[in-house]
């Protein structure tokens, strides 16, 4: 685990707004051409903690004219299934089908490509903003995978950067890429195209 991670709540609070509200970081500078995307991990333990400094640091790039657009991928997807007619329905099979069948239901009727991410493209058109907050990781695994939610994003969300908050970690290996460990344990697969935001200067 990197040592930015282990920074105290408060450190990277100062840390995120220091870089998110930079010109540097807003108006991607220093990126070479690549997608502005950004990776927040934290210490699973630490999530509701996280959601607190996830809070003051909207309020404060707010106050400092940074408009932030959030998004909750757990809410969003009970939106979508209730959008669908079928969140009652989900809420009664629930109890009566195996977890393996619900995942399946849920991966199709989630499905980044199709679903979640013209979900999203949706709320990005109708929405004045900065930066984009993706919050909810933990809550969706494993009907929605991280790394598929940032690939389908790429031709969506590239015009703003987009800052993904995951409780886990974020690692970079020369043999093998980069990969998002989902609470440190659960290995989410390749994704090497996210910054990791602790190692960003302001």
């Known amino acids: 685990m990197s040592a930015e991670i282990k920074k105290k709540p408060e450190e990277r609070l100062q840390h995120l707004f220091s870089v998110i509200s930079g010109r540097r970081f807003l108006e991607k500078t220093a990126l070479n051409g690549e997608i502005p995307f950004y990776v927040c ?4 333990e630490e999530s509701v ?3 607190r ?6 309020n ?3 106050h400092s004219g940074v408009r932030v657009l959030e998004i909750n991928l757990y809410d969003l997807s009970i939106e979508i299934l209730k959008q ?3 969140w009652e329905q989900i809420l009664e099979m629930e109890t009566s089908v195996s977890k393996e069948q619900l995942k399946e239901l849920l991966q199709g009727v989630l499905d980044p490509e199709a679903h979640l991410v013209p979900a999203i493209a949706a709320q990005l058109a109708d929405s004045e903003f900065d930066v984009l907050f993706l919050s909810g ?3 969706v695994f494993p009907y929605i995978r991280s790394h598929n939610v940032l690939n389908n994003l ?3 969300a590239k015009e703003k950067p987009t800052v993904m908050f995951f409780p886990g970690t974020y690692e970079h290996c020369q043999e093998s890429g980069a990969s998002l460990d989902l609470f440190g344990m659960l290995h989410d697969d390749k994704y090497y195209r996210a910054f990791d935001i602790f190692h960003c200067e302001a």
Request: charged share 25%; net charge neutral; proline share 8%.
């Open 137 to 139: 990781v933990g809550a």
């Open 53 to 58: 400094v996830q809070r003051q640091l909207i």
């Open 49 to 51: 903690e996280m959601e």
């Open 41 to 44: 991990a934290y210490p699973p």
């Open 60 to 62: 404060r790039l707010e």
């Open 154 to 156: 790429q031709s969506t």
């Open 84 to 86: 669908r007619g079928i």
